[in-house]
């Protein structure tokens, strides 16, 4: 994924919205794909100044995250009011060992990132930002530990 012009607070509207941007391919692919220009949709990534408080319509996220199949500013807007998406036709997610060590090294990154953060004794807006990604990768693999376990504890498990 290319590196923005401008950085972008990690896990904040502007980084997800440049995120599905990127998802699409770019601003000059994603245009084609809504109902906005390719100047539009860098207003809508561009963290500074007057695009500042410029936002992407729910419209154009729907169609550029329909067209990647990713829900990236869904997401992030859902974990904003405390609640987390879960895809209706998970795919498979392997064996209860691998999945598990997957979990405990996703928590681990978690406390790693704090701790390098934290060294200094500040919490930037930036740091901020990469403990909340972390914090989320390690939620969605916990939530395959779940959802591995789940046919188990139904009776449709293999013992």
């Given at each position: 994924?290319?590196?923005?012009?401008?950085?972008?607070?990690?896990?904040?509207?502007k980084d997800?919205?440049?995120?599905?941007?990127?998802?699409?391919?770019?601003?000059?692919?994603?245009?084609?794909?809504c109902?906005?220009?390719?100047?539009?949709?860098?207003?809508?990534?561009?963290?500074?100044?007057?695009?500042?408080?410029?936002h992407?319509?729910?419209?154009?996220a729907?169609?550029?995250e329909?067209?990647?199949?990713?829900?990236?500013?869904?997401?992030?807007?859902?974990?904003?009011?405390?609640?987390?998406?879960?895809?209706?036709?998970?795919?498979?997610?392997?064996?209860?060992?691998?999945?598990?060590?997957?979990?405990?090294?996703?928590?681990?990154?978690?406390?790693?990132?704090?701790?390098?953060?934290?060294?200094?004794?500040?919490?930037?807006?930036?740091?901020?930002?990469?403990?909340?990604?972390?914090?989320?990768?390690?939620?969605?693999?916990m939530?395959?530990?779940?959802?591995?376990?789940?046919?188990?504890?139904?009776?449709?498990?293999?013992?």
């Amino acid at each position: 994924m290319p590196k923005p012009y401008k950085p972008r607070v990690p896990s904040s509207i502007k980084d997800a919205q440049t995120q599905l941007v990127d998802a699409c391919g770019g601003a000059d692919k994603a245009a084609v794909l809504c109902r906005v220009g390719r100047a539009t949709l860098h207003k809508y990534t561009d963290p500074d100044g007057d695009h500042e408080i410029v936002h992407m319509p729910l419209d154009v996220a729907h169609a550029l995250e329909a067209h990647c199949r990713r829900p990236i500013v869904s997401t992030f807007l859902a974990h904003e009011l405390g609640f987390k998406l879960v895809a209706l036709d998970a795919p498979a997610v392997g064996d209860m060992l691998t999945t598990m060590a997957h979990a405990a090294k996703e928590s681990s990154d978690v406390f790693a990132e704090i701790t390098e953060d934290l060294k200094d004794g500040h919490l930037s807006a930036n740091e901020a930002g990469r403990i909340i990604r972390e914090a989320d990768e390690a939620m969605a693999a916990m939530q395959a530990v779940a959802d591995v376990a789940r046919p188990f504890r139904d009776g449709k498990g293999e013992d």
